[in-house]
T-cell receptor, first 111, second 112 residues
Framework: NAGVTQTPKFQVLKTGQSMTLQCAQD?????MYWYRQDPGMGLRLIYY???????DKGEVPNGYNVSRLNKREFSLRLESAAPSQTSVYFC??????????FGEGSWLTVV | GEDVEQSLFLSVREGDSSVINCTYT??????LYWYKQEPGAGLQLLTY?????DMKQDQRLTVLLNKKDKHLSLRIADTQTGDSAIYFC????????????FGSGTRLSIRP
């Protein structure tokens, strides 16, 4: 039972490079989310997708784009990475209620 | 706006009880959560409580809610080394998970 799977687990980027974080869930959940976690700041919502075909901005969307490819997959793209985007990124999903299931995280460093 | 605050660190002796505290500002909060994050892993829901409840107990975990003071606590009885983790308090006014506000997390360390 994989749950929420995100790749890659670790990535180092140079400033200005682009990359996509991939996320897939096998729980048939409608909603998916991308968060970033920074020291002393808890989790902040970047984007979410309430259902297949829809995406909405969260608290900190600037510098990111997302794609809800199908019900299972929700990707996060950094078009031009900046050092301020160095963080741990978590993908998550939920069913119709408000219990969220998290992936294991992706550690991204932008130099 | 909404805010959730918790202390950053807590150290307890193995076998003692741990009490992790949290305060929130939104008086309309309906759902209050405790998540656990082990090293190198994502957050895992430990327990939650509705705002119309004062207490919830689940094995070694006891959640207390003081709605008047907007104070939430998590008590872990007989703390074990496996309880070492970061514990996040979170609240939501709505049933939608996109509206959940997380605290900064409390790192619980266990000493022998």
């Amino acid at each position: 039972n994989a749950g929420v799977t995100q790749t890659p687990k670790f990535q180092v980027l140079k400033t200005g490079q682009s990359m996509t974080l991939q996320c897939a869930q096998d729980m048939n959940h409608n909603s998916m989310y991308w968060y970033r976690q920074d020291p002393g700041m808890g989790l902040r919502l970047i984007y979410y997708s309430a259902s297949e075909g829809t995406t909405d901005k969260g608290e900190v969307p600037n510098g990111y784009n997302v794609s809800r490819l199908n019900k299972r997959e929700f990707s996060l793209r950094l078009e031009s990475a900046a050092p301020s985007q160095t963080s741990v990124y978590f993908c998550a999903s939920s069913a119709s209620g408000n219990t969220i299931y998290f992936g294991e995280g992706s550690w991204l460093t932008v130099v | 706006g909404e805010d959730v605050e918790q202390s950053l660190f807590l150290s307890v002796r193995e076998g003692d009880s741990s009490v992790i505290n949290c305060t929130y500002t939104d008086s309309s909060s309906t759902y209050l959560y405790w998540y656990k994050q082990e090293p190198g892993a994502g957050l895992q829901l430990l327990t939650y409580i509705f705002s119309n409840m004062d207490m919830k107990q689940d094995q070694r975990l006891t959640v207390l809610l003081n709605k008047k003071d907007k104070h939430l606590s998590l008590r872990i009885a007989d703390t074990q080394t496996g309880d070492s983790a970061i514990y996040f308090c979170a609240e939501s006014r709505y049933s939608s998970a996109s509206k959940i506000i997380f605290g900064s997390g409390t790192r619980l360390s266990i000493r022998p």
